[in-house]
């Protein structure tokens, strides 16, 4: 079964550009996560999707940060204009259901974010 | 207060030796609780989840404590391969994760 899958894998941009992160989760799976880890820190959820509606999108900083997730399948995140603190590993994740009542999330690999 | 503390790290043991990781949380409404394992410059993958009558798998042990809002895990007979950095998971309608603790085991 193929896992999720994630690009760029990494990214190097000058502050105050933008940038896109794709991520396609395992099939079938209902329920997508991005979370943002920065080096030294665990990784902090910024928005969570069922299907294709948005359940939390709390700690997304939304004068910069997007998301989408239009057809409840792929999705993208996207930061516009990016500053020096969004350095960090940008982490899709995916669970069949209810995968935040199981623990049981599968990640990506990761899209690392350098933001110069 | 951070909504999960873990200890921090790192740990730095020898192969064969037993090792502790401690968490902390601050959300007593907190309803489930999980260890996830995150080798260097990897993703994140769940090692274990942890319930109230504490649980076993193989070499490691998960126990809960309510009343502390504390959780631990136990890694016995320390391989090379456990070196990792473990990461404390609180479900609390969404899952919060520790800033994660360091373990190196040396040969």
């Known amino acids: 079964e193929a896992g999720v899958a994630q690009s760029p894998r990494y990214k190097i941009i000058e502050k105050r550009q933008s940038v896109a992160f794709w991520c396609n989760p395992i099939s079938g799976h209902a329920t997508l996560y991005w979370y943002q880890q920065i080096l030294g820190q665990g990784p902090k959820l910024l928005i969570q999707?069922?299907?294709?509606?948005?359940?939390?999108d709390s700690q997304l900083p939304k004068d910069r940060f997007s998301a989408e997730r239009l057809k409840g399948v792929d999705s993208t995140l996207k930061i516009q204009p990016a500053k020096l603190e969004d350095s960090a590993v940008y982490l899709c994740?995916?669970?069949?259901?209810?995968?935040?009542?199981?623990?049981?999330?599968?990640f990506g690999e990761g899209s690392r974010l350098t933001v110069l | 207060r951070k909504e999960v503390e873990q200890d921090p790290g790192p740990f730095n043991v020898p192969e064969g030796a037993t090792v502790a990781f401690n968490c902390t949380y601050s959300?007593?409404?907190?309803?489930?609780f999980f260890w996830y394992r995150q080798d260097c410059r990897k993703e994140p993958k769940l090692l274990m989840s942890v319930y109230s009558s504490g649980n076993e798998d193989g070499r490691f042990t998960a126990q809960l404590n309510r009343a502390s809002q504390y959780i631990s895990l136990l890694i016995r007979d320390s391989k090379l391969s456990d070196s990792a950095t473990y990461l404390c998971v609180v479900n609390k309608g969404k899952l919060i994760f520790g800033q994660g603790t360091e373990l190196s085991v040396k040969p």
């Open positions: 994740a995916s669970s069949s259901g209810q995968g935040w009542n199981t623990g049981e999330l599968f």
């Open positions: 999707f069922q299907n294709n509606g948005v359940v939390d």
């Open positions: 959300n007593s409404a907190s309803q489930s």
